[in-house]
Nanobody
Framework: QVPLVESGGGSVQAGGSLRLSCADS????????MGWFRQAPGKEREFVAI????????YNADSVKGRFTISRDNAKTTVYLQMNSLKPEDTAVYYC???????????????WGQGTQVTVSS
């Protein structure tokens, strides 16, 4: 079982904000990069953002640049995705993932959470 648990999803109106959390309380993946992905109904899983093992390097997909921010706490127990200026097209199940940087960036992560639903209306 993958010890990654997402939370913070919900329903919000367009233009609103949500913050997702991915808990790795056992620090199983403290030496891995972490990423956020999303999957909308009928679509393939899409890369959203990545952060390296120590939290000092990030990269976001073009679709969310300027709106979403990925971060990692100092204890390496939680990865966050701050989502601002949400749009209806952001509606999806959001998953966190962990692995080596290139595997995460290439959507080849071996370790995944169960997902949290984000729904943006209007």
């Amino acid at each position: 079982q993958v010890p990654l648990v997402e939370s913070g999803g919900g329903s919000v109106q367009a233009g609103g904000s949500l913050r997702l959390s991915c808990a790795d309380s056992r620090r199983t993946f403290s030496n891995y990069a972490m990423g956020w992905f999303r999957q909308a109904p009928g679509k393939e899983r899409e890369f959203v953002a990545i952060i390296n093992w120590n939290g000092d390097t990030t990269y976001n997909a073009d679709s969310v640049k300027g709106r979403f921010t990925i971060s990692r706490d100092n204890a390496k127990t939680t990865v966050y995705l701050q989502m601002n200026s949400l749009k209806p097209e952001d509606t999806a199940v959001y998953y966190c993932a962990a692995d080596e940087w290139l595997r995460v960036l290439g959507s080849k992560s071996r370790y995944w959470g169960q997902g949290t639903q984000v729904t943006v209306s209007s």
